[in-house]
Every structure is written in structure tokens, then in C-alpha cells.
């Protein structure tokens, strides 16, 4: 067949398929006979929430028109959901409706596809597509009353109360602004551990909620996301001054699943563009953002490798490779590339005459621990638990855990045998983690007096208690030679005061004062005594 004969066939192919539609449609349905024209026409929800309709982006790169999703008489456009996202119309006539065979489907005059649902071939005069109040538009068998398919159950990068964040749901970011194509970022939970995280490209990690050991989602996030199910406890999320005493996100969990749906009804979740998961509440002057992750440089997922440390003290990423250790790519650390961390200068376990030590670094975040021991002291943590052990990375003694002695156990010790991995400084709440390393490794970095990474809280036993005693010793030698110098002066006065005998020009009695001194302070204090 000629391209000609192709082309004529499309046509009346469409010409078919929408002669018996009516291009005008009811508020908030598209039934079977009629569609919704790239003419400016929408349909608006019964309680004019949202409208559904042909658009362009915001800021739009010329990709071309999209039918999506937004919130109805809201200044600028929020589009929560498009169906051709990443097939743009381009700009020629274009309808979206019922097709013959039950399912829906935008096309152009020409009768290209552009979205279509894939449900089993039905006769289409029984089904009805309707925008509901929440945002979700569904596709309504007439005989049964059941959704056949719906928008929640293939969202782009908005998540709106009513939904459920399960394993088959996934948020995926815009490729920038102006352009709805599939991005960069996928919002996800993860399958093993039903915890959240985003991922950069298919395999690459970019923020996960226990990264840090514990889950870093909010309550009120989590209770979203679970569609308000009462199985989320509170515990075990951190907690947010987001949502006042009377909403969800608080201590309150009595409200019933209608009351919780009313009290999120102007939040919602996005996946950006530039790698955030975002939760957003509409307000009388607009959008106000009350919680996103990464929250910053170091809350994204291991930014400065494994054994990399990462902190914020000139305001952006900067990172530093621990005591011991060295960067894997030392030309590309030093360019700011921290993705491939670092590795250890010399091994430890290695059998030598000398056992291992520990650096101690202060008020550390880091991925959760490889094994949890009850230990009854630190020195059972450190020597039977970490040095016995050639895998183990580094502890941390958690010293009497209140809630080990409600379920029968001791205290806590925290043991890494695999790399150490998202590694950030001073963090509130942060462990006093205890990094292994051989003895030789410590004797050269005192050699050599230097610290060429986390510098100032890093502990060498060794280093740190002779300073420590040069400091107290140096001080106490001030107070007694100003001491002395007081007392000297003072007593000089008086007796000169009493005898009338000029001091200065005495030598037997700066003679006895500067004893006096001198017996004093037990330390030479060069005076000049005649």
C-alpha cells in the first residue's frame, strides 16, 4: 500500500471512530459518545477541585500539548497528572475519548496514538470516564460500578491523598521545569525492607529514608503515603512540627480514614526535577513547602564515597577521608569528584606484633549497623566483639539501653563489618564512633603531626592525652608565676612603705623578695635579684 493509501486510511479511520461523538461533554464526565477536543474545552470535578484538559507547560520548550491534570482556578497551573507525557501532540487537532474497543486513547487527525490504556477489547457504550474531587480520574464500567482503570494507579510525579505508595506505585520527576518528560528521579519503597528511597537513573541511589540507620520520614509522611492506615506506628518515624495537635502528623491517631482524607486535602507530594521528594500544603497565599529530602548536600545518599566524610562548614559539600585513610582517586578528589571515597593506607588484622586501635570521631552519622550485641562495658564491645573480629570496620558503644532492659537485654554495641557509608560530622543525635585502625598507622600520623582529614575531633589516645597534659601543665606554671609576681610586688610595697627604705635600690631586700618568689613558684622566673 502507498504511503497516500496509509494516510487516507488513517483519516477515515478517525473519522469513523468520532463521527458519533458529541464534542461538547458533561462537567465532569466523558461518556462513549462524545470526546474532549484540543479546543480549549475541559471538565471540571463536581466540587471544582481539579479540571482536566489539553495544556501547555509552564515555561514550555516548544516539546508540544499534553492532556493532563490540574488543580481547578489555581494561579500558576499545578499539574498533577498527564497522560502523554512522554508522546507530545504535536500542535494539530487532537482528541482524547472512548475508543471502539472500551479503552481510552488520544490521537491526532491523522489517527496517530499518542496514549492509550491496554484493557481487554469491550464494547464501550457501558463506560464512562469521570474526574473525581480527588484528583484521580477513573474509567467506570456502567453495568458493575467498578473503576476499570484510574490516574492514581499511574501517577507521573505527584502523589495526592487517596493514594497508596505500594510496590507497584512510582513517582518520576519531569526532565526539567518545562518539559513533562520522564526525568532524571524515581520515587519509590523499596521491595525488600519497605522502606522509601529515590533513585537516580535505574540503579544508582540518590536518597534513602534509613540511610542513616533509622527511618528519616516523618510520621506525617509515612501516614500519607500508607493512605492513612492505622498499621503505621508512630514510633518508629521521626517526629515533625509540620502539622499542628489536631491533624494526623501529630501524637493524634483517632481521626477515621474520612477525617484524615478531609485533613490532607490540600497536600501532595513531588518527585522535582532536581532529585527532591517534596511535601507540599496549599495555603491562602499559595504552596508551602514543609519537608523535603535530601534536605542538603550531605543528605543524599553516600555523597563522599565510602569511608568519605561529608560536612557543610563553607555551605555546600565538602569532604574529608578519615585518619588512616587515603582517597581512591586523588586527582578527582581534588577537583571536588568524591565519588569514589577512599580506602585504607594499611590494612588492619594483619597479624603483626601490634594489635589494632581506634580513632574516635565525635557525633557521627552513618548507615546502620552490620550487628547488634548486648555487651555489659565497652571494653566487652571493643575487644570480644570488634577486635576479635578481622571484618569489623568500627563500633559504638550505646552505653545502658533503658529499652534493652524492658525486653530482657544489656546495652548496646554497634558493629560495622562491611564499608562505612554516609558519613557526615557533628550531626544532633550522632554516634561517638570508634574506627578501627592498625597501631603503625597511628605512629606515623603522630610522626608526622599531621591530620589530613576530619581533623579537630579525631582522637588519638596517645596524642591527645600528652597535649592535654602539656596544656594543664603549661597553665598551672602561669598561675604560680603570676601568682608569685603579685605577692612579690605587694610585699616589697608594704615593707618599703613601713621602713621607708626604697626597695628598687635595696639589694638585701630584693634579695629576700625575689627568694621569696622563687620558693614560691618553685621555677626559675629570671628575675634580676641583686
Keep these: 500500500m502507498q504511503p497516500a493509501a496509509i494516510s487516507l486510511s488513517f483519516l477515515l479511520l478517525v473519522v469513523l471512530e468520532t463521527s458519533n461523538f458529541q464534542s461538547c461533554v458533561a462537567r465532569d464526565t466523558i461518556s462513549s459518545n462524545s470526546l474532549l477536543p484540543g479546543d480549549g474545552t475541559t471538565i471540571i470535578s463536581a466540587g471544582k477541585g481539579f479540571e482536566l484538559g489539553f495544556f501547555d507547560p509552564e515555561d514550555n520548550i ?9 488543580y481547578y482556578n489555581l494561579s500558576p497551573r499545578t499539574v498533577v497528572w498527564i497522560a502523554n507525557r512522554d508522546a507530545p501532540l504535536p500542535y494539530v487537532p487532537g482528541n482524547f475519548f472512548i475508543g471502539e474497543d472500551g479503552n481510552l486513547k488520544l490521537v491526532d ?3 496517530t496514538s499518542y496514549f492509550n490504556t491496554t484493557l481487554e477489547r469491550s464494547s ?14 477513573v474509567l467506570i464500567d456502567g453495568s458493575s460500578g467498578n473503576i476499570l482503570w484510574q490516574s492514581f494507579a499511574e501517577p507521573t510525579d505527584s502523589f495526592l491523598p487517596g493514594m497508596k505508595m505500594d510496590g507497584g506505585l512510582k513517582l518520576v520527576s519531569w526532565m526539567d521545569i518545562g518539559n513533562p518528560a520522564t526525568g532524571n528521579f524515581t520515587f519509590e519503597q523499596d521491595q525488600e525492607n519497605r522502606l522509601h528511597k529515590i533513585m537516580k537513573g535505574k540503579i544508582e541511589p540518590h536518597w534513602k529514608s534509613d540511610q542513616s540507620g533509622s527511618d528519616e520520614l516523618p510520621y506525617f509522611v509515612a501516614f500519607f503515603l500508607s493512605n492513612f492506615s492505622r498499621s503505621v506506628e508512630q514510633a518508629t518515624y521521626i517526629s515533625s512540627s509540620a502539622y499542628s495537635s489536631n491533624n494526623p502528623g501529630s501524637a493524634n491517631t483517632s481521626l477515621n480514614y474520612s477525617q484524615a482524607l478531609d485533613s490532607y486535602a490540600n497536600t501532595r507530594l513531588l518527585m522535582n526535577p ?8 496549599r495555603e491562602q497565599d499559595g504552596w508551602s513547602l514543609m519537608w523535603k529530602e535530601p534536605h542538603d548536600a550531605c543528605s543524599v545518599y553516600n555523597p563522599c564515597g565510602n569511608y568519605g566524610s561529608c560536612n557543610l562548614k563553607s555551605g555546600g559539600l565538602n569532604c574529608d577521608f578519615l585518619p588512616g585513610f587515603k582517597p581512591v582517586f586523588p586527582d578527582a578528589w581534588k577537583t571536588g569528584d568524591f565519588s569514589g571515597g577512599c580506602e585504607r593506607e594499611l590494612h588492619i588484622c594483619n597479624n603483626t606484633s601490634k594489635p589494632d586501635t581506634f580513632f574516635n570521631l565525635k557525633l557521627m552519622k552513618v548507615k546502620k549497623p552490620d550487628i547488634l550485641y548486648a555487651a555489659d562495658s565497652e571494653d566487652t564491645c571493643r575487644q570480644e566483639y570488634c577486635l576479635s573480629d578481622c571484618a569489623c570496620q568500627a563500633y559504638y558503644y550505646a552505653g545502658f539501653d533503658n529499652r534493652s532492659r524492658n525486653n530482657g537485654g544489656g546495652s ?6 562491611s564499608e562505612l557509608t554516609n558519613l557526615q560530622e557533628y550531626v544532633d543525635g550522632g554516634h561517638d564512633l570508634s574506627i578501627r585502625v592498625p ?14 582529614g576530619t581533623s579537630s575531633k579525631r582522637e588519638n589516645p596517645s596524642i591527645s592525652v600528652t597535649l592535654v597534659t602539656v596544656i594543664i601543665v603549661t597553665t598551672v606554671i602561669a598561675v604560680v608565676l603570676l ?3 603579685l605577692t612579690c610586688s605587694f610585699y616589697r610595697r608594704i615593707i618599703a612603705k ?27 622566673i629570671n628575675l634580676t635579684c641583686a
Design 109 to 111: 487527525k491523522m489517527g
Design 483 to 485: 601568682a608569685g609576681t
Design 498 to 524: 613601713r621602713k621607708g627604705v626604697n626597695v628598687a635600690n635595696d639589694p638585701n631586700y630584693a634579695t629576700i623578695f625575689c627568694t621569696l618568689v622563687q620558693t614560691f613558684s618553685k621555677v626559675d
Design 274 to 281: 532536581s532529585g527532591e521528594i517534596q511535601f507540599y500544603r
Design 412 to 417: 548496646s554495641c554497634l558493629i560495622w563489618t
Design 124 to 137: 464501550p457504550v457501558n463506560r464512562t470516564l469521570k474526574l473525581l474531587d480527588s484528583g484521580n480520574l
Design 62 to 70: 516548544n516539546t508540544g500539548r499534553y492532556v493532563g491534570i490540574w
Design 439 to 452: 597501631v603503625s598507622g597511628i605512629e606515623n600520623l603522630a610522626n608526622t603531626n599531621q591530620s589530613e
